[in-house]
């Protein structure tokens, strides 16, 4: 971690009542480098429940537990292999979850039911003083209700749980902006079941073997813990009705669909600027926004992006879809929230709801 200023009084003060808040059971929103999560004692069961509650989450998709050091990580995983050690030293703090057996401290209710726990140490100042503080595993996942957007600011996180949450603790504009790596060291080969910043080629860098990752979404089985957020076809979508589209292959059906619907009524978002054709017949209701081409700003600025465009109340959302090297995490999270081009006309114009 770089140098960085010491916390203000102010913040001090807000992590003390964090700590007293969590301690008696209740939930507090913390800031993390990828999204804003939303945490509980992970030790304690009823606190634990208030999540899967405040979210409106199933509760057979395990929480991530944060810990403050590789020490405190050790404490709860039930074994602690090599490639752990290596990939902790390499990548803590840092947007890496490692599933590993769990150690029964751990509440069934934040596996799952489980019997593995998935053990990330976030690289946020404010967060990594907390879990100093708190001295317990953090249960937390992304502070959103379920199936929405992640939150990157404090503001969504008010704007999605203002009522269940006590505290947000506002650690600024996530720097990552997209969740976490999730790697399952739990069975024979080192397996990716979510992908984030940290890519299969660096992972498998890092501890010298193969890292499987199939991108293949698989429907989930009801009453069964998932293997991973990737079995989830949908997930982290807008309201409005978002769909796909690559370029240049389905600018035409873009063009048509703005042709029918006016194009007033939608919003695109690509890496590339705004082609003639399509300037054209946007003329002054101007909702194109060209994003960054950099992967690593494209993910930071995604999902503000997605909530802003949300609140328009459009008809659709039209999102370039990047299928290229560097981009498999954010081609992931564009696959879950959008559906294919060719349903915009099945759906109407992409006029109804979700
Ligand atoms: O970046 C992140 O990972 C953020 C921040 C707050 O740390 N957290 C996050 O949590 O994205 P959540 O719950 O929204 O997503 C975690 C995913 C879950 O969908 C779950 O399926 C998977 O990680 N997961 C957690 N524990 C697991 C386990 N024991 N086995 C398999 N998958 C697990
Ligand atoms: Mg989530």
């Not at 700590?19 to 480098?33: I, M, R, S």
């Not at 069934?108 to 976030?122: K, N, Q, Y």
């Not at 240049?248 to 978002?269: C, F, I, N, Y």
Request: aromatic fraction near 6%; charged fraction near 20%.
């Amino acid at each position: 971690m770089n140098a960085r200023p010491p916390l203000t009084d102010l913040q001090q003060g807000q992590l003390r009542q964090a700590v007293k808040l969590l301690t008696a059971g209740e939930l507090v929103a913390f800031p993390t480098e990828t999204v804003y999560g939303l945490g509980a004692d992970a030790t304690n069961a009823q606190a634990v429940r208030k999540i899967f509650l405040a979210k409106g989450r199933p509760s057979n998709n395990p929480l991530i537990v944060h810990i403050g050091s590789i020490a405190h990580a050790r404490r709860y995983a039930a074994h602690w292999p090599d490639a752990a050690q290596q990939l902790a030293e390499r990548f803590w703090p840092g947007p890496l979850t490692l599933v590993l057996g769990k150690n029964p401290v751990i509440v069934d209710e934040a596996t799952a039911g489980g019997t593995t726990v998935g053990l990330r140490c976030p690289d946020h100042p404010l967060t990594l003083k907390l879990l100093e503080m708190f001295d317990r595993p953090l249960a937390g996942p992304s502070a959103n209700r379920s199936n929405h957007i992640s939150p990157t600011t404090a503001e969504h996180v008010r704007s999605d749980l203002a009522e269940s949450v006590r505290l947000v603790l506002d650690g600024g504009p996530c720097t990552v902006g997209i969740e976490s790596t999730v790697l399952s060291l739990a069975g024979l080969v080192p397996k990716i079941l979510r992908p984030g910043e940290i890519s299969q080629a660096r992972l498998q860098e890092c501890i010298g073997a193969a890292v499987e990752y199939s991108p293949l979404i698989v429907a989930a089985t009801e009453n069964q813990p998932l293997e991973g957020p990737g079995m989830l076809p949908k997930h982290y979508a807008p309201t409005t009705p978002a769909y796909r589209f690559s370029f240049p292959e389905d600018t035409p059906l873009l063009v048509r669909w703005l042709k029918r619907s006016g194009p007033q009524h939608a919003a695109m978002l690509a890496s590339f600027s705004c082609p003639a054709e399509i300037r054209t017949l946007l003329g002054d209701h101007h909702q194109w926004h060209t994003m960054s081409a950099d992967a690593k700003e494209y993910a930071r600025a995604l999902y503000d992006m997605l909530r802003k465009m949300d609140q328009l109340a459009l008809a659709a959302i039209w999102i370039e879809w990047p299928r290229v090297a560097g981009w498999e995490a954010i081609g992931d999270r564009l696959l879950r929230a959008t559906r294919p081009p060719r349903q915009a006309f099945d759906d109407g114009g992409g006029a109804s709801g979700d």
